[in-house]
Nanobody, 119 residues
């Protein structure tokens, strides 16, 4: 059973950086893609970034492209967030999926970590 645990959230000033981590305690046979989503207060959860298991294929939401970098090492998933903006505030979730085509409906979610960007 896939268990995802996020860490690294916190409070940061606009323009600052944060690095989120996600520990995958057990890769399910069908997990080939890992990703990050976020949910701002009063809004729906949205896709942020995803990577194939090997790291050779990555995808980003337009809103974070050139500012965020997703990476993976063994059973750890990372999200390096630079040039943070107030609109990046939200709960960030780690997710696992069988493919890029189904990343919008992941098979597993982490519990989330809060990111707050002060302006």
């Amino acid at each position: 059973q896939v268990q995802l645990v996020e860490s690294g959230g916190g409070l940061v000033q606009a323009g600052g950086s944060l690095r989120l981590s996600c520990a995958d305690s057990g890769r399910a046979f069908s997990t080939n893609v890992m990703g990050w989503f976020r949910q701002a207060p009063g809004k729906e959860r949205e896709f942020v970034a995803a990577t194939s298991w090997s790291g050779s294929i990555t995808r980003y939401a337009d809103s974070v492209k050139d500012r965020f970098t997703i990476s993976k090492a063994r059973n750890m998933l990372y999200l390096q967030m630079n040039s943070l903006k107030s609109e990046d505030t939200g709960i960030y979730y780690c997710a696992a999926s069988s493919s890029m085509a189904t990343i919008s409906t992941p098979s597993a979610w982490g519990q989330g970590t809060q990111v707050t960007v002060s302006s």
